[in-house]
């Protein structure tokens, strides 16, 4: 059989539930997910296949970044644009529980410029009641075209398998890009970091997460089949130095615990995590 294969970008605000979704269709942990804001900040492939068709998920940060001037925040603003770019499908999705028509429609605007098919996915159905989102489907027929209107929880996995089965419908004729058993194009040591960058996310508050960089310095698989990892957590300003370690190093034991059980449980092993937060 010949090998057939999809590039979809999945976009929306911050926090709709794009990383969820990912992670739901590969079936494994390859983006973070965090009830906090801007938790998605590279670009993050997760990989589906199905028979002969293999589905490319790009992950991306959050909307907001979609117009960002600063230095950082460009970065991630050519990641998002990146996706779009590649992909033959864009799945815009939407947190159904918080749905505002402006905001969707400027966003609409920006994407409509690019001319590709555009699927809206209404995420978080688990948490309202479907004849709600009626309206908001009929007003954006009125002043958009748009290819197809989903609805999905990510978290609770409903409504996925339709979505896969309307997707495979657009599959190309296409080499794949990913092996049988890739699921994503992001190494250990990136999941890994990831894992101590949500814990991050987590417990320390404003803009300080953001401002934290997190280096591998040690990855290995000992002899136990335990994994040893040694991550450095790079600032910019020594004054944060204090408040990542907290009281009596109360706060920094907290990220490399909460961390160190996420990795754990990714990777089915014991892990021993060992963080130093150093000046850049
Ligand atoms: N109730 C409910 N919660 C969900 C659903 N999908 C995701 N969430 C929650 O929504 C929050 C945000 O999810 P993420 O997947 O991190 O959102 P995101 O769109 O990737 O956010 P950014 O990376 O910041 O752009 C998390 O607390 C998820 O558990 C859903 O279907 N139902
Ligand atoms: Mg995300």
């Known amino acids: ?53 293999q589905l490319i998920f790009y992950d991306t940060p959050g909307f907001n970044f979609i117009k960002s001037t600063n230095k950082i925040q460009k970065k991630i603003k050519i990641n998002l644009w990146q996706a779009i770019n590649e992909s033959e499908i864009i799945l815009f999705m939407i947190d159904s529980n918080k749905i505002n028509y402006r905001e969707i429609s400027n966003h609409l605007v920006l994407l409509k410029k690019i001319n590709k098919k555009i699927f809206i996915v209404f995420n978080k159905i688990d948490l309202i009641e479907k004849n709600n989102i009626l309206p908001v489907i009929k007003k954006i027929n009125q002043d958009f ?106 706060k920094i034991k907290k990220i490399r615990e909460l961390s160190q059980k996420q990795i754990s449980k990714i990777f089915n092993c014991k892990t021993h995590l060992y963080l130093e937060v150093v000046s850049q």
């Open 1 to 53: 059989m010949s090998q057939k294969a999809l590039k979809i970008a999945i976009v929306g605000k911050t926090n709709a539930g794009k990383s969820t979704l990912v992670n739901k269709l590969v079936g494994e942990t390859v983006s973070i997910i965090n009830k906090k804001i801007n938790t998605t900040q590279e670009l993050i492939i997760g990989v589906t296949n199905v028979n002969n068709n």
């Open 145 to 250: 075209s748009i290819e197809h209107f989903l609805n999905i929880s990510a978290k609770n996995n409903l409504g996925i398998n339709n979505m896969l089965k309307i997707l495979l419908k657009y599959v190309k004729n296409k080499k794949w890009l990913f092996s049988k058993d890739e699921i994503t194009d992001k190494d250990n040591i990136f999941i890994t970091n990831e894992c101590t960058r949500n814990s991050i996310l987590y417990f320390l508050h404003k803009e300080l997460p953001y401002n934290i960089n997190i280096k591998n310095i040690g990855f290995k698989n000992l002899k136990n089949g335990d994994l040893k990892i040694k991550q450095t957590l790079q600032i910019g300003n020594l004054r944060y130095k204090k408040i990542i370690l907290g009281k009596k190093g109360e």
